[in-house]
């Protein structure tokens, strides 16, 4: 990896490989809202960053529900409607019956604000992203339950207000895993230190 490290962040969620998951039905990731409008309209799939390593690149075709590359999931754990969202690696070869699902996780390179979203086998890599879909169908991160913005020395922060969820998706020429792509990334906070990133909003298109 070009010198990028795991980050914990305080909206992601840790989870130990025991649990058991529930796996959502197959779904596409689709690219709105960008000022840019060559970016609306295209999907996300998953290509190719290092060993058992992807990121999230775009493609104008529309996605291929036989294509392993352009399925993704949503395994969540009791009632909830939050949770990881997955990349099935197959073992074997396209149609094999045998998978990794691999979270999606973000690295941070430490000179920059712009976070890869990555899916990284096994949850040993240490957090996960908790995501969920809005009414509207737009990929979020679940919030702080603090807003680092309001502390004050010595000072215990006392609750709220949380930052609610979070949307900081942007689309940027990046290193995602060991190659450089178009590709899927988030911002931690103010303008992205990345000048070829462009804001987006991912939504989540049933197959």
């Not at 130990?16 to 990731?29: E, H």
């Not at 045998?98 to 096994?122: D, I, K, Q, R």
């Not at 987006?200 to 298109?205: E, G, N, Q, S």
Request: hydrophobic share 40%; glycine share 10%.
């Amino acid at each position: 990896m070009k010198n990028i490290a795991a980050i914990s962040l305080a909206f992601m969620a840790s989870l130990v490989s025991a649990q058991t998951y529930n796996q959502s039905a197959p779904f596409a990731l689709k690219i709105a809202n960008a000022a840019n409008t060559t970016l609306n309209g295209q999907y996300l799939y998953a290509c190719h960053g290092g060993a058992a390593i992807e990121g999230l690149c775009l493609t104008s075709s529309l996605p291929d529900p036989s294509h392993y590359s352009e399925r993704f999931y949503l395994n969540t754990s009791g009632s909830s409607t939050s949770g990881s969202l997955v990349f099935n690696l197959p073992f074997g070869g396209a149609n094999s019956t045998s998978y990794e699902s691999e979270p999606l996780s973000l690295f941070l390179e430490t000179s920059s604000n712009v976070a890869v979203p990555l899916f990284y086998p096994g949850y040993v890599a240490g957090s996960y992203l908790y995501v969920g879909f809005s009414a509207t169908g737009s990929m979020y991160v679940a919030g702080n339950a603090y807003d680092d913005a309001t502390f004050k020395p010595g000072v215990y922060p006392v609750g709220g207000p949380g930052t609610g969820n979070l949307e900081h998706w942007y689309v940027c020429w990046t290193f995602a895993g060991d190659e450089y792509y178009q590709a899927l990334a988030w911002v931690t906070s103010g303008a992205p230190h990345n000048p070829t990133c462009e804001a987006v909003t991912v939504v989540k298109v049933n197959l």
